[in-house]
C-alpha cells in the first residue's frame, strides 16, 4: 500500500547549521506531498506542500521538491535556528475525495545554540 | 483561519471507563479524522469520516468508536479504556474534493488510561 519512509532517529545540530531530513515514499498514482511541524506541546501545522512532480514546497526558510523519479520530498534548510526545534513529519494524500493522509514516522529535530 | 478545537488537552482515566474525545471544526469541512500518535509509531488513522453519520475505520479501529452527528462535530469514543490507549490522540479536518488540500489538525488530547 502507499506509505511514507523517513530516515531513522533525531537530528541534532548547531545554530546555523544546513539542515536536510529525508522522506521517500510509495503510493500508486500521483499523491500529493506534506511536510508537517510539531512544535512542543503543539497539533501538527502544514509546513509546506507540493501537489505533482518537480513542484517545490517552500515556507519559513524551509523547501522540498516532488521528485517522481527518486519518489522523494525532502526537507531542506539553510541555516536553522532554535525555534525550529520540533517534530517533522514528512506525508502524502493516499485517497482521492477523502484526503487520508499516509505519514512517516517523524524526526525530532534538535536545534542547538 | 481554520481552527479545530479538541475540547480536552489532558485526561486520566481508570481502566474500563468510557472515555468521549470531542472534537469541533469552524470551516465547513465534510472530511473529519482521528488519529493517534506515538513515539516511534508517528500517526496512525483510527477513523474518518467524509459527512454527517458517516465513518469509515482507518488503520487501527479496534477499542474505537466514533460518532459523527453534526457536520462540525466529530467524536471520538473509547468503550472501555485500556493502559494500551494512553496516547496522544489528533483530531484533523479537511474539505472534501481531491489531493491538494490542505488538512487542518487540532492541538491534541494527551490521555492517559491508569
Known amino acids: 500500500g502507499d506509505s511514507v519512509t523517513q530516515m531513522e532517529g533525531p537530528v541534532t545540530l548547531s545554530e546555523e547549521a544546513f539542515l536536510t531530513i529525508n522522506c521517500t515514499y510509495t503510493?500508486?498514482?500521483?499523491?500529493?506531498l506534506f511536510w508537517y511541524v510539531q512544535y512542543p506541546g503543539e497539533g501538527l501545522q502544514l509546513l509546506l506542500k507540493?501537489?505533482?512532480?518537480?513542484d517545490k514546497g517552500s515556507n519559513k526558510g524551509f523547501e522540498a521538491t516532488y521528485r517522481k523519479e527518486t519518489t522523494s520530498f525532502h526537507l531542506e534548510k539553510g541555516s536553522v535556528q532554535v525555534s525550529d526545534s520540533a517534530v517533522y513529519f514528512c506525508?502524502?494524500?493516499?485517497?482521492?475525495?477523502?484526503?487520508?493522509?499516509?505519514f512517516g514516522k517523524g524526526n525530532q529535530v534538535v536545534v542547538i545554540p | 483561519d481554520v481552527k479545530v478545537t479538541q475540547s480536552s488537552r489532558y485526561l486520566v482515566k481508570r481502566t474500563g471507563e468510557k472515555v468521549f474525545l470531542e472534537c469541533v471544526q469552524d470551516m465547513d469541512h465534510e472530511n473529519m479524522f482521528w488519529y493517534r500518535q506515538d513515539p516511534g509509531l508517528g500517526l496512525r488513522l483510527i477513523y474518518f469520516s467524509y459527512d454527517v453519520k458517516m465513518k469509515e475505520k482507518g488503520d487501527i479501529p479496534e477499542g474505537y468508536s466514533v460518532s459523527r452527528e453534526k457536520k462540525e462535530r466529530f467524536s471520538l469514543i473509547l468503550e472501555s479504556a485500556s493502559t494500551n490507549q494512553t496516547s496522544m490522540y489528533l483530531c484533523?479536518?479537511?474539505?472534501?474534493?481531491?489531493?491538494?488540500?490542505?488538512?487542518?489538525f487540532g492541538e491534541g488530547s494527551w490521555l492517559t488510561v491508569v
Open positions: 506525508a502524502l494524500s493516499t485517497d482521492y475525495g477523502n484526503n487520508r493522509l499516509a
Open positions: 503510493a500508486t498514482g500521483y499523491p500529493s
Open positions: 484533523a479536518s479537511t474539505p472534501a474534493g481531491g489531493l491538494r488540500n490542505t488538512i487542518y
Open positions: 507540493a501537489t505533482k512532480a518537480d
